[in-house]
């Protein structure tokens, strides 16, 4: 009995590593960023995904529109300005990429515009806080509280566009580091900034977003 025993194991004993190899290369799949097990499960787009892109392009020229109307139309120029209608173009720019993910399925501009709209994301927001600051100080009386808070705004802001900046920097000059690859590496000085890079290092298609609207949206590999 202890022989037939020994006998099975042996036997299963392939199968079971096979499994093993198997787990392994799907995890590997679901990070390479080919997209090929995403195109799999991709579902083909009905009436309501396009209508979708439509109403994402119609969102995205009214940015524009407003952009141009501005310009046109008002009084005010300058920072005022410029800070106000480089948020809405970062708008419209995120919103062209989610339209052109429901035509394109694997496109390596479509991954750079992911990487950009990203990156964008990050760093326009906070000139909303010198451009807040600055339009309080023109629509009433200066003091010199609103213009310390208009001088922090703008220091906040090219802080952290800066911060983000030199991120995008260290991956160019660097690569990425070993221990953003594997876990088991050690941490060295400096991984932080080239690790969460946007910029650089591995893309893949959204899984949620594909199966859910079968739309292509590209999002980095690993959480960063």
């Given amino acids: 009995m202890d022989k037939l025993h020994s006998a099975s194991e042996t ?3 392939p199968s079971r590593r096979g499994e093993r190899e198997n787990d ?11 997209g090929e097990r995403n195109e799999d499960r991709y579902r083909p787009r009905g009436p309501a995904g396009q209508v979708a892109d439509l109403l994402y392009l119609v969102l ?10 501005q310009s046109t139309t008002t009084r005010t120029d300058g920072s005022l300005f410029l800070l106000l209608s480089g948020l809405q173009v970062s708008l419209a720019f995120e919103v062209c990429v989610y339209a052109a993910g429901g035509f394109a399925m694997q496109s390596k501009l479509l991954e750079t515009a992911g990487r950009i709209r990203l990156f964008l994301g990050a760093t326009a927001w906070v000139w909303l806080l010198p ?3 600055e339009l309080h100080c023109r629509c009433g009386p200066s003091s ?3 213009i310390l808070a208009t001088q922090q705004g703008y220091s906040l802001a090219w802080f952290v566009t800066g911060f983000f900046a030199l991120r995008e920097v260290c991956v160019f000059v660097r690569g990425e580091p070993p221990s953003a690859l594997d876990r ?6 400096g991984d932080c900034l080239p690790s969460n890079a946007v910029l650089g290092g591995q893309f ?8 859910e609207t079968g739309r292509a949206v590209f999002v980095p590999s690993r959480p960063r």
């Fill in 144 to 146: 010199p509280t609103a």
């Fill in 184 to 189: 088991s590496q050690p941490h060295q000085f």
């Fill in 204 to 211: 893949r298609l959204d899984k949620a977003e594909l199966e």
């Fill in 60 to 69: 995205s020229m009214m940015h524009l529109w407003l952009v141009y109307e």
């Fill in 131 to 133: 451009w807040a600051a």
């Fill in 24 to 34: 392994k290369d799907e995890e590997k799949g679901d990070g390479d960023g080919d």
């Fill in 11 to 13: 036997l299963t004993r």
